[in-house]
């Protein structure tokens, strides 16, 4: 891979990799959720609560990375990326958070091996000071 | 001064610990799912980054803030801390939100009905 286009086309790979995890997820998230009758809320809140992360997480990246290359920790090959950037940074940076976002929560969905004893849809939304550990 | 960089992302990671501890985020919600997440997540990163290092994208720039300590070459030891904040901050972030949208989302679903 070599060119102007070589960090972006890095980055392929890995969201394909990631479409792939987020798509498991989704349907396992969709296989349990019929069970209770809640596909449909279930999906908005995954795809609302990875939106308004994701928005966060893109925010805190750019001040971040604006931070370390600015401090010269990390340098960049001029000739290997496309040139658009923001303040100090290549956008192709911000793929590292775009596939956190959706990587990491669909991760924490197929690994989910609690057996919801009630529909879990039905409590009331948990205060997070008391929620129980959902391990054993 | 060489190590302030890691320095910096050890107080956030303290942080991240602190918050995660308070709201009970992720670790504290279910250590093993927790654990396996950024196992996963740190190690799929940590490809990405020796491929676009191998590639010759990026590197280490004329600094002195690393220890460095290097994990391969022109990675250094510090780059793991960054993505282990990475994860443990997309993870904290997403179990903070997801109560409030769940709520609300739930909510406007009952007033439909």
Same mark, same amino acid.
């Given at each position: %891979?070599?060119?102007?286009?070589?960090y972006?086309?890095?980055?392929?790979?890995f969201?394909g990799?990631?479409?792939?995890?987020?798509?498991?997820?989704?349907?396992?998230?969709?296989?349990?959720a019929?069970?209770?009758?809640?596909?449909?809320?279930?999906?908005?809140?995954? =795809?609302?609560?990875? =939106?308004?992360?994701?928005? %966060? !997480? !893109?925010?805190?990246?750019? %001040?971040?990375?604006?931070?370390?290359?600015?401090?010269?920790?990390?340098?960049?090959?001029?000739? !290997?990326?496309?040139?658009?950037?923001?303040?100090?940074?290549?956008?192709?940076?911000?793929?590292?958070?775009?596939?956190?976002?959706? !990587?990491? @929560?669909?991760?924490?969905?197929?690994?989910?091996?609690?057996?919801?004893?009630? @529909?879990?849809?039905?409590?009331?939304?948990?205060?997070?000071?008391?929620?129980?550990?959902?391990?054993? | 001064?060489?190590?302030?960089?890691?320095?910096? &992302?050890?107080?956030? &990671?303290?942080?991240m610990?602190?918050?995660?501890?308070?709201?009970?985020?992720?670790?504290?919600?279910?250590?093993?799912?927790?654990?396996?997440?950024?196992?996963?997540?740190?190690?799929?990163?940590?490809?990405?980054?020796?491929?676009?290092?191998?590639?010759?994208?990026?590197?280490?720039?004329?600094?002195?803030? &690393?220890?460095?300590?290097?994990?391969?070459?022109?990675?250094?030891?510090?780059?793991?801390?960054?993505?282990?904040?990475?994860?443990?901050?997309?993870?904290?972030?997403?179990?903070?939100?997801?109560?409030?949208?769940?709520?609300?989302?739930?909510?406007?679903?009952?007033?439909?009905?």
């Open positions: %891979v070599t060119g102007s286009g070589a972006a086309l890095l980055a392929l790979p969201f990799a990631v479409a792939v995890v987020a798509i498991a997820a989704g349907i396992v998230a969709a296989r349990r019929r069970t209770r009758g809640r596909a449909r809320t279930g999906r908005r809140i995954a =795809l609302v609560t990875g =939106l308004v992360a994701g928005v %966060v !997480l !893109l925010a805190m990246t750019i %001040v971040f990375d604006n931070v370390i290359v600015s401090l010269r920790i990390v340098a960049y090959d001029p000739a !290997l990326i496309t040139g658009a950037k923001i303040g100090a940074i290549p956008v192709e940076d911000l793929a590292y958070a775009i596939a956190a976002i959706v !990587l990491l @929560p669909s991760l924490w969905v197929l690994f989910d091996r609690t057996v919801p004893r009630q @529909p879990a849809d039905a409590r009331p939304a948990p205060d997070p000071t008391t929620a129980p550990p959902e391990d054993s | 001064m060489p190590g302030l960089y890691l320095a910096g &992302l050890l107080v956030s &990671l303290v942080g610990t602190v918050l995660d501890w308070r709201f009970r985020l992720f670790f504290w919600r279910a250590p093993w799912r927790a654990t396996a997440v950024t196992v996963i997540g740190v190690a799929f990163f940590l490809v990405w980054d020796v491929l676009g290092v191998a590639l010759g994208i990026f590197f280490i720039g004329p600094q002195h803030l &690393l220890t460095g300590v290097l994990l391969a070459p022109d990675v250094p030891l510090e780059e793991l801390f960054f993505l282990l904040l990475l994860c443990y901050t997309t993870m904290n972030l997403t179990g903070f939100v997801r109560p409030v949208v769940a709520r609300r989302l739930r909510r406007a679903e009952r007033d439909r009905s």
